[in-house]
């Protein structure tokens, strides 16, 4: 039997599906231009049953060759049924079978089949749909109605779609094309069937259909868009959609389209979209979505107000993914305006070359279309090559960038001692204003200008979110943006706000992430100090991010040294200039010792006695000093118990009484003492004991305690309002012998990590804590 031929038969044929509308014609208004005006229709919904739409399944087949003018002769006939079972696929053309024999040797190809039915009459097989195709019927017997209905539907549904993607893929007349297109999204909607791909199989067909066909005009376009809109409801488009769309959006940004269809289809890929790296088109069309809003009139308050719309009314965002998927986007965008030159980076100057000198003329890389341009090309040596690369400029240029690098003699020998060796200089390094690399101007095309400013406008507002600014710190702590990005003076200085608002946040998940990730690896801090590229003040903002970073950084001593190693003289320079902040910093290094050179000691103390703020700052410090001597001098009791009740200000003014060189064990269980009176305890030489037992004692001084009381054997923290915040600290502290943590708030994973960071600990008390 031959499935896939022409249809015959008599003359009393009904007429085959092919000849009929789809779905029915669907009439738009009259006097109603698409695209001119977008209206959006309504979404249409199917009443009843709801059903998943079947790959594949097992069912009983049975074919009866017949002219059908005979048919309800033969189904009555109880004598001529053989039922075969078979495991059908639906596959995208053709119903095959995992078996092909008997009567499924042939697939059936949706082309061949006139028409699907239920079996409705009397004498009819029970739970069987009819598939007439060109010489006979195929019927196909379920286990129970349920079954037989799903069949019945996906089978229309493959058949529809097989129809629709033959009829598009061969436009005609496009009024024909878009009525078939709205019938399409009508069936879509409608369908029973409850599927992804229900939705985004018609997406796809008009995906193909817009990218095959480059001639469409505007109209057709705008006319096309508002059809398939209320598919994009619930679906995000296909990558070649979303080609199609980016389109739109660069050519008419101004079309009411842009605003009726294409907002809450980039609100839903902001809200729900988990990774662009997957789907790289959804961000780019929600990229120029953003950008096609700045070209309105009314500019970057449409797009603040569209931010404004995806963060919500309330304080709190209710979707996690919109800041992730808008910070992705906007990298994304401030990297496309450097790419050009980013993409010549084999050709251009490396971070390598720009300090130990240019690279070996044998070494480079095949020329890329934006090309390193010397003044001398004949070079006939390695050391020609090294003198001319060092004493000419460095020019790269093109239409969306120019970078000039110019190095002077000075810095010859400088570069000359780096020369062997081969680590990557650390980006931050490479960007200072110093001999090594004296100018770094960059100049951008008036689009890619334009580019810049939105996003970095946007990445402005994001910072003003409370609840948005703890992750958008985190996302932007190991600095995502290209160097010549840092090194674009327009960028930093806009992005500056951004830096200022992590500054002035008095959370510590926010500020610290303006420190680097690790050890070696600069960060905003490096960044926008006196002495980084991007500082473009006198030191304003270097000291709120010292003055916010040492308010909550428990390892004090060592950023006061790294301070003083890396930034001593910025900070003597503010200091001078009567900056609280920086006096505050240079006494603490006197106070802990940091700096061990008599002369810079000297110089300190000179600094802080050139302003009133500091010279008084420094008179506290004497006097500090000078009660800490008699504090630590040998004598006193070793065995100290506080009343309870007694606060801070009690063990204060015990502790100024007289010696306590020879104090090993203090108790201050159930008295009120908080975390300010860590800096009492962290001056007692010989404290091996502490008992904090049912104190208000925090993370805070638990950080203070782990720096300086290093030599602590024995510490009770029973009912303690310490966290695992504070507890991680007490992994420095290696003589701790016995450790109570009974009713606090520890976990299991701190406790694993306590344990394996305390080698001589021996006795624990972790009752009634998530550890126990």
């Given at each position: 039997m031959d499935r896939t031929g022409g249809s015959g038969g008599g003359s009393d044929r009904r007429q085959p599906e092919e000849s009929k509308p789809l779905l029915g014609e669907m009439s738009a208004p009259e006097g109603n231009k698409m695209g001119a005006a977008p209206c959006r229709r309504a979404l249409l919904h199917c009443n009843g049953m709801r059903y998943k739409l079947l790959q594949e399944g097992d069912i009983q087949v049975c074919v009866i060759r017949h002219p059908r003018t005979f048919l309800s002769k033969i189904l009555t006939s109880k004598f001529l049924r053989r039922w075969e079972p078979h495991h059908l696929t639906l596959a995208d053309n053709s119903v095959a079978s995992a078996t092909p024999t008997g009567y499924m040797e042939n697939s059936i190809s949706y082309s061949a089949i006139e028409d699907v039915q239920l079996l409705s009459w009397e004498n009819a097989p029970k739970y069987c749909l009819q598939l007439t195709i060109p010489g006979g019927t195929v019927l196909l017997q379920a286990a129970n109605s349920y079954l037989r209905d799903q069949w019945?539907?996906?089978?229309?549904?493959?058949?529809?779609?097989?129809?629709?993607?033959?009829?598009?893929?061969?436009?005609?007349?496009?009024?024909?094309?878009?009525?078939?297109?709205?019938?399409?999204?009508?069936?879509?909607?409608?369908?029973?069937?409850?599927?992804?791909?229900?939705?985004?199989?018609?997406?796809?067909?008009?995906?193909?259909?817009?990218?095959?066909?480059?001639?469409?005009?505007?109209?057709?376009?705008?006319?096309?868009?508002?059809?398939?809109?209320?598919?994009?409801?619930?679906?995000?488009?296909?990558?070649?959609?979303?080609?199609?769309?980016?389109?739109?959006?660069?050519?008419?940004?101004?079309?009411?389209?842009v605003i009726e269809v294409f907002t809450?289809?980039?609100?839903?890929?902001?809200?729900?979209?988990?990774?662009f790296g997957k789907c790289p088109r959804l961000r780019l069309f929600t990229q120029e979505y953003i950008l096609s809003l700045n070209e309105l009139n009314a500019g970057m308050e449409v797009v603040k107000k569209f931010i404004h719309s995806m963060h919500g009314p309330t304080g709190q965002c209710p979707h996690p993914r919109v800041l992730p998927n808008l910070v992705a986007v906007c990298l994304a965008a401030i990297y496309s305006c450097y790419e050009e030159f980013i993409n010549?980076?084999?050709?251009?100057?490396?971070?390598?070359?720009?300090?130990?000198?240019?690279?070996?003329?044998?070494?480079?890389k095949p020329n890329l279309p934006l090309r390193l341009l010397h003044t001398s090309p004949d070079l006939v040596s390695q050391e020609a090559t090294l003198t001319e690369s060092r004493l000419k400029p460095v020019i790269v240029t093109s239409n969306e960038i120019h970078v000039e690098v110019e190095r002077n003699n000075t810095a010859n020998q400088k570069m000359t001692a780096g020369v062997g060796n081969d680590s990557e200089p650390n980006l931050i390094d490479c960007l200072m204003v110093s001999p090594t690399c004296s100018t770094i101007s960059i100049e951008l095309s008036a689009q890619a200008d334009r580019i810049l400013g939105c996003y970095v406008e946007i990445l402005k507002m994001l910072s003003d979110y409370d609840d948005w600014r703890p992750a958008l710190a985190s996302l932007l702590q190991p600095i995502p943006f290209p160097k010549e990005a840092l090194a674009h003076?327009?960028?930093?200085?806009?992005?500056?706000?951004?830096?200022?608002?992590?500054?002035?946040?008095?959370?510590?998940?926010?500020?610290?992430?303006?420190?680097?990730?690790?050890?070696?690896?600069?960060?905003?801090?490096?960044?926008?100090?006196?002495?980084?590229?991007?500082?473009?003040?006198?030191?304003?903002?270097?000291?709120?991010?010292?003055?916010?970073?040492?308010?909550s950084c428990y390892k004090t001593k060592k950023f006061l040294l790294s301070l003083a190693e890396n930034k001593l003289g910025p900070c003597m320079l503010l200091a001078l200039r009567g900056n609280q902040t920086m006096v505050e910093i240079l006494c603490l290094m006197l106070e802990y010792n940091i700096i061990d050179n008599n002369d810079t000691q000297l110089q300190i103390i000179s600094t802080l006695e050139s302003t009133d703020v500091g010279k008084r700052m420094y008179e506290q410090l004497c006097e500090r000093q000078r009660e800490l001597k008699e504090l630590q001098r040998k004598g006193g009791p070793t065995r100290l118990t506080l009343p309870s009740k007694s606060t801070d200000a009690d063990l204060a003014r015990l502790l100024s009484s007289g010696s306590f060189g020879n104090l090993e064990n203090l108790s201050l269980a159930f008295t009120n003492v908080t975390s300010a009176c860590a800096e009492h305890l962290i001056k007692l030489p010989s404290l091996k004991q502490l008992n904090l037992w049912s104190t208000q004692f925090g993370d805070a001084g638990l950080r203070l305690l782990s720096e300086h009381l290093t030599m602590l054997q024995v510490l009770n923290l029973c009912e303690t309002p310490v966290t695992d915040a504070g507890l991680l600290a007490l992994s420095s502290m290696k003589s701790l012998c016995s450790l109570n943590m009974n009713s606090t708030k520890l976990s299991a994973d701190t406790y694993e990590d306590l344990k394996a960071k305390l080698p001589n600990l021996k006795e624990v008390d972790v009752r009634y804590t998530e550890a126990w």
């Open positions: 019945f539907h996906s089978l229309q549904w493959k058949k529809k779609i097989y129809k629709y993607k033959k009829v598009l893929s061969n436009p005609s007349r496009w009024e024909v094309v878009l009525k078939e297109i709205r019938t399409l999204v009508d069936m879509a909607l409608t369908s029973p069937l409850q599927d992804d791909s229900i939705h985004q199989a018609p997406l796809e067909i008009v995906s193909k259909l817009l990218s095959e066909n480059n001639n469409l005009t505007t109209q057709d376009h705008e006319s096309i868009i508002v059809a398939i809109a209320p598919l994009l409801e619930n679906n995000h488009p296909p990558p070649d959609l979303c080609e199609f769309f980016c389109k739109h959006c660069r050519e008419r940004p101004r079309s009411m389209v809450p289809v980039v609100q839903r890929i902001l809200k729900h979209n988990m990774d010549s980076r084999d050709n251009s100057p490396s971070l390598k070359e720009i300090r130990n000198g240019c690279q070996q003329q044998c070494d480079r003076e327009k960028f930093t200085k806009e992005l500056k706000y951004v830096i200022q608002r992590f500054a002035e946040d008095p959370r510590q998940e926010v500020h610290s992430c303006l420190l680097s990730v690790r050890a070696g690896k600069d960060g905003w801090f490096q960044l926008y100090s006196p002495g980084g590229v991007a500082c473009d003040d006198d030191g304003e903002l270097f000291a709120s991010m010292v003055h916010i970073l040492m308010g």
